[in-house]
């Protein structure tokens, strides 16, 4: 296996990790949030978030642009502070994998959180426990099977990303070049055995992991 | 020393007017399913909020409209066992239990919990999860999680209407026990007649949502003020068949 592979692989997997952790972390407040409370503009959050489901992955990768890059009303302040440009960095490519995996998060947690018996938590409430020990105690505990779930799913997907992190990562060789985007620079130079290669070590590794997640939640519930 | 209720609440078109004061004794909320029962054992648990009234208990008010005053349910103290029980299937009955200690000191809590473990039977018990136990042993614990902290009321929410008969009958006579050790007011909902007419100190007959009849059980099963009461309580000839197997204070 050559120096390029490796540095893909290498990279897809540093690039589904940190979206995931990220994924994790915010989609569980966001489920939460939209599965227990009700407050104005609750709908829309949950459309917000969704949109990149339903969205070619192009357009997402449009909006971050918007968002992220140098002249970005987000990404503009970046710069100005630091000098710096998320765009066409590896940290691009993970946001981009963040923002596409999330909704998955969301979706399967919040069904995870909604499917926890409110007499479990009134229960909680009356032994004294505030909101957020019952959250972290009770609801969260009794939902980790949709929790996981979501996190397989958003790292299947993190891994597998293409679209969003073509527009705002590009295909820099030993930069941003995921193994998705390998993949199709190789199948386009015409290099089939290195990118069929690539295509089986891909499919072997989602393979693995996916088994390896039915057998730990096995295990673990 | 007791609880006074003087509530309102208005939800789904229903309407319920709720007002009594009990002592330190066991009293029966009964009444058919969807008089008011559960949802006035709600509104005392502060689990939902009445639009008006005010609950206090020793003396304290939990509630008051007037006064703008509504103490969340952590905060109330009040012991609740719930229709279903509501044992938290992922905690080991000692987790269970050791989860309503909230607020007990440190350096009594393992005693407290060892002394909940002797007085409802728990032995050997302690490392199992509620699906592992049988439907008598989950409500000994759903007691003793409602009880590991000295509440200052205890709530029950028809908690033996799933049981078969045999060991609701047993659950009965230790939940006059338990009416016996702690000396705090207990509030006890069902639709049992028999339960009804055996169990309370004070009755308290619940129709479309309003108060119809508080009384002793004699009282009420002997002069039914309303019609509705009348209707409850026509199953009262079984008593004579109840009392022996239950061998519970007959009068």
């Known amino acids: 296996m050559d120096a390029s592979t490796l540095f893909s692989i290498k990279l897809s997997l540093q690039v589904a990790v940190v979206a995931t952790i990220f994924v994790i972390l915010l989609g569980v407040a966001v489920a939460y949030l939209l599965a227990r409370k009700n407050f104005f503009g609750k709908e829309a959050l949950d459309v917000l978030f969704t949109l990149p489901l339903v969205l070619p992955p192009t357009v997402t990768g449009y909006y971050l642009i918007v968002a992220f890059g140098r002249n970005g009303f987000i990404g503009r302040h970046i710069y100005e502070l630091t000098g710096w440009s998320i765009m066409f960095t590896w940290y691009a490519a993970a946001l981009a994998s963040f923002v596409v995996a999330l909704p998955l998060m969301i979706k399967t947690s919040r069904a995870a959180i909604e499917s926890v018996d409110h007499d479990l938590i009134n229960a909680s409430y009356t032994l004294g426990h505030t909101e957020l020990e019952t959250a972290v105690k009770v609801v969260l505990p009794l939902s980790k099977r949709g929790i996981l779930a979501g996190a397989v799913l958003s790292f299947a997907r993190a891994l597998g990303e293409f679209g969003a992190t073509l527009m705002i990562a590009g295909n820099i060789p030993g930069k941003t070049d995921t193994m998705p985007l390998a993949i199709y620079s190789l199948a386009g130079s015409g290099d089939w055995e290195k990118a069929s290669g690539m295509v089986v070590i891909l499919t072997l590794m989602a393979g693995l992991f996916l088994y390896a997640a039915n057998r730990c939640s096995r295990r673990l519930f | ?251």
């Open chain 2, 1 to 251: 020393m007791g609880l006074t209720v003087d509530i309102q609440k208005r939800v789904n078109g229903f309407s319920l007017v709720s007002s009594w004061e009990i002592g330190n004794e066991l009293a029966v909320l009964f009444g058919y399913s969807g008089a008011g029962k559960s949802l006035t054992l709600q509104l005392i648990a502060g689990l939902m909020k009445p639009d008006s009234g005010v609950i206090t208990a020793n003396g304290k008010a939990y509630f008051d409209s007037g006064q703008d005053i509504n103490i969340p349910p952590q905060h109330r103290s009040f012991g609740y066992v719930f229709q279903d029980l509501a044992l938290f299937p992922h905690m080991t009955v000692k987790h269970n239990i050791l989860y309503g200690a909230k607020g007990v000191a440190k350096d009594v809590r393992m005693e407290r919990f060892s002394g909940m473990i002797e007085s409802f039977r728990l032995h050997g018990l302690e490392n199992k999860l509620p699906a592992e136990i049988s439907g008598g042993q989950k409500q000994r614990v759903a007691f003793a999680r409602a009880l590991v902290r000295r509440p200052d009321v205890l709530l029950l929410d028809e908690p033996f209407s799933a049981l078969d008969n045999p060991l609701r009958v047993e659950m009965r006579a230790f939940l006059l026990q338990v009416r016996k050790d702690f000396d705090i007011p207990v509030v006890l909902v069902t639709h049992d007649v028999v339960e009804a007419y055996t169990m309370p100190d004070t009755l308290i007959v619940y129709a479309n949502g309003r108060v119809v009849q508080k009384g002793t059980p004699p009282e009420v099963f002997n002069s039914p003020l309303t019609q509705e009461v009348e209707e409850l309580v026509l199953t009262r000839d079984h008593r004579v068949d109840i009392h022996p197997s239950i061998g519970l204070r007959p009068f």
